[in-house]
């Protein structure tokens, strides 16, 4: 037997932020990962980050365009900004994360941001 769902008026609130990896060369997701994970530890810590319930969505992250998505708890994303703004590095190139925007939701997310550069 299942346990039952919990309904959405109690669901912790979550926001996607759409970040662009601005490189001297092209990045693969797992820098991107890594970089970002390390930028929110030292920033934010431990507790900080679980605090955040940082995700980054590895089915939205785009190779050839450099662009992905990150979810997190709706009152830290500015936490979140914040630590992307401290990435100088990403595996061995230098790079930087810009957050183009944030939204409510994955569809909002597609339909504003990954799929207008088509």
């Known amino acids: 037997m299942e346990p039952k769902r919990l309904p959405p008026s109690l669901r912790a609130k979550s926001r996607y932020v759409i970040f662009e990896v601005i490189s001297e060369g092209k990045v693969v997701f797992e820098d991107v990962t890594k970089a970002i994970w390390n930028a929110v530890t030292e920033w934010l810590g431990e507790m900080g980050s679980s605090e955040a319930r940082l995700w980054i ?9 450099q662009i992905g998505v990150i979810k997190c708890a709706h009152d830290r994303v500015e936490h979140i900004r914040v630590s992307l703004a401290l990435v100088k590095m990403t595996g061995e190139t230098r790079a930087i994360i810009r957050v183009i925007g944030v939204t409510g939701t994955i ?7 990954l799929e207008a550069g088509k």
């Open 57 to 65: 969505v590895k089915n939205l992250y785009s190779d050839s365009k």
């Open 107 to 113: 569809k909002a997310a597609q339909l504003k941001y």
